[in-house]
């Protein structure tokens, strides 16, 4: 294991990995921006270095200043949290070239995998299930028709380079396309550096179910069950559970066995999550492998009992998995709510500003990840994460009940600030939420009036009053470009006893 690690990540995610660091004995380097030099992380990392002013692009997303932060303290690792240089294969690169191990997949398969038409070949070769559509990118506007008329409307353009949610245009008639194409192509220059785009067929009432994998640098690899993340607003998440509710068994063993293949084909080293739409009719298809950490990985702990983080750093240090997959065993059901200082009747517009009251829930089987406390200045610099709230509960209903209940609880107020609780329970209230028959559709459903003379949406009993919420914590992925050279493809691992890994 390593002596020291330095964190190169701000909120709520430098503080989840400063604690396992602590639990494991390394020694924490924390850096930050001027913006963070009183933020919780900054006081209770071992040593601290400033690398730059609030903007993220002068610290957080300045490589050179991290390295030589790393460089100056002793630090032998950098741990990227998600977000900012976590899936750039550039930075990875640096780290490896500046004698620094790198928390993550080496630097050639997260450059592969962040390109996702190159991930989109990759996977097909493996034998994962695609949405029909281009594999490759597609060059010009009357190719993006072409493939629009043979797969049908709607279709969706996307960014080779995307990430975060960024990058995509639905497209739902033909006359639409072209100016779509164009559209997409000049904004993921400006925010990838990269214009390409490829098409696929819309799902439109589809799940988003993930899959987490765990790889070693020995060829070892085991999955550690699904999670659903439809609850979804600009493609952002904002609710997920474990494991995805209301799957036949038969699915959600085809999820986690076709996942953890296609990670382990091209290599993937350390934690990953693939993710999948999920049709009504239960057809899987790919989407794309997260090469990081995800904001939503304590539900997976809450029901399997590993430390992810823990994990990811004896990865990292070269130790052969510690897991085998007959030891997964998921028990109950947990489910996240991400609680961001956004107003969701602005159309989810940032809410930043100082917390004048800052009590987190508490109870039986409620964790709390943040970085918030009394005082603390929301900057409307970065990603509007402050806290995530994960339950456990032997069922379903008990974990949203409970979740519920937690949320209630969660006092957040200040000058300026709101939250995203109360739409969050209003969520949890939801009839085809609470049934499991819920599709990434849900949020868009929920904040469209009903059309004059409508019936009124059946819901579960109310619950009580929502009470205000909390802040921020990273910025959107910044993925680099894709070269599939020096991949090194490592042998599946035996399949696991059936359904070991499914939750009764």
């Known amino acids: 294991?390593?002596?020291?690690?330095?964190?190169?990540?701000?909120?709520?995610?430098?503080?989840?990995?400063?604690r396992a660091c602590r639990e494991l004995g390394v020694r924490t380097v924390v850096v930050h921006s001027s913006a963070d030099a009183d933020s919780l992380p900054v006081r209770l990392a071992d040593e601290?270095?400033?690398?730059?002013?609030?903007?993220?692009?002068?610290?957080?997303?300045?490589?050179?200043?991290?390295?030589?932060?790393?460089?100056?303290?002793?630090?032998?690792?950098v741990h990227p949290g998600y977000g900012f240089l976590s899936e750039d294969a550039d930075f990875a690169e640096i780290c490896a070239e500046n004698g620094l191990t790198f928390v993550g997949p080496?630097?050639?398969?997260?450059?592969?995998?962040?390109?996702?038409?190159?991930?989109?070949?990759?996977?097909?070769?493996?034998?994962?299930?695609?949405?029909?559509?281009?594999?490759?990118?597609?060059?010009?506007?009357?190719?993006?028709?072409?493939v629009a008329a043979e797969v049908g409307y709607p279709v969706i353009v996307k960014a080779a380079?995307?990430?975060?949610?960024?990058?995509?245009?639905?497209?739902?008639?033909?006359?639409?396309?072209?100016?779509?194409?164009?559209?997409?192509?000049?904004?993921?220059?400006?925010a990838f550096g990269d214009d390409r785009v490829y098409v696929e067929?819309?799902?439109?009432d589809a799940r988003h179910v993930e899959v987490q994998v765990l790889c070693d640098n020995h060829g070892n690899g085991i999955h550690l069950g699904t999670r659903d993340c439809s609850v979804q607003r600009r493609h952002q998440k904002l609710i997920e559970e474990a494991p995805a509710p209301a799957l036949r068994p038969a699915?959600?063993?085809?999820?986690?066995?076709?996942?953890?293949?296609?990670?382990?084909?091209?290599?993937?080293?350390?934690?990953?999550?693939?993710?999948?739409?999920?049709?009504?009719?239960?057809?899987?298809?790919?989407?794309?492998?997260?090469?990081?950490?995800?904001?939503?990985?304590?539900?997976?702990?809450?029901v399997t009992g590993i430390d992810l983080v823990h994990e990811q750093l004896h990865v990292a240090a070269?130790?052969?998995l510690r897991w085998r997959q007959e030891d997964v065993r998921l028990r109950g059901v947990a489910v996240e709510c991400r609680v961001n200082v956004e107003d969701p009747d602005r159309d989810f517009a940032p809410a930043p500003g100082r917390l004048d009251r800052f009590r987190p829930p508490g109870g039986p089987f409620t964790r709390v990840d943040t970085h918030g406390h009394v005082g603390y200045l929301v900057s409307p610099h970065y990603d509007s994460l402050l806290a995530k709230v994960a339950v456990w509960a032997p069922d379903r209903d008990g974990a949203l009940d409970r979740l519920d209940r937690a949320l209630g609880e969660f006092e957040v107020a200040g000058p300026g600030v709101r939250t995203t609780i109360p739409f969050a329970r209003r969520v949890l209230r939801d009839a085809a939420f609470r049934a499991g028959r819920h599709t990434t559709a849900l949020v868009d459903r929920l904040l469209t009036p009903p059309a004059a003379g409508a019936p009124p949406a059946v819901d579960a009993?109310?619950?009580?009053?929502?009470?205000?919420?909390?802040?921020?914590?990273?910025?959107?992925?910044?993925?680099?470009?894709?070269?599939?050279?020096?991949?090194?493809?490592?042998?599946?691992?035996?399949?696991?006893?059936?359904?070991?890994?499914?939750?009764?």
């Open 1 to 18: 294991m390593f002596d020291k690690l330095l964190i190169a990540n701000r909120g709520e995610i430098a503080l989840r990995v400063l």
């Open 48 to 77: 601290t270095v400033r690398i730059g002013p609030a903007s993220s692009r002068q610290s957080y997303l300045n490589a050179a200043a991290i390295v030589e932060a790393a460089r100056q303290t002793g630090a032998q690792a």
């Open 106 to 146: 080496p630097p050639q398969v997260m450059a592969a995998l962040a390109d996702k038409s190159t991930a989109r070949a990759l996977m097909s070769r493996a034998g994962l299930p695609l949405p029909p559509g281009s594999v490759r990118t597609l060059p010009t506007a009357a190719d993006a028709l072409d």
């Open 161 to 190: 380079a995307g990430g975060g949610g960024r990058g995509m245009t639905v497209v739902r008639t033909a006359a639409e396309l072209p100016r779509a194409y164009a559209r997409t192509r000049a904004a993921a220059q400006v």
């Open 201 to 204: 067929r819309y799902l439109a």
């Open 251 to 302: 699915t959600l063993d085809t999820l986690a066995e076709t996942a953890l293949r296609g990670a382990l084909s091209v290599g993937f080293t350390g934690a990953g999550t693939v993710e999948f739409l999920v049709d009504e009719a239960e057809r899987c298809h790919f989407l794309e492998i997260n090469c990081r950490i995800q904001v939503e990985h304590p539900v997976t702990e809450l």
């Open 318 to 320: 070269g130790t052969p």
């Open 461 to 504: 009993p109310p619950a009580a009053a929502a009470v205000p919420a909390a802040e921020p914590a990273t910025v959107p992925d910044i993925r680099a470009d894709a070269d599939p050279a020096g991949r090194t493809p490592v042998t599946a691992v035996p399949a696991a006893g059936p359904n070991a890994w499914r939750n009764p």
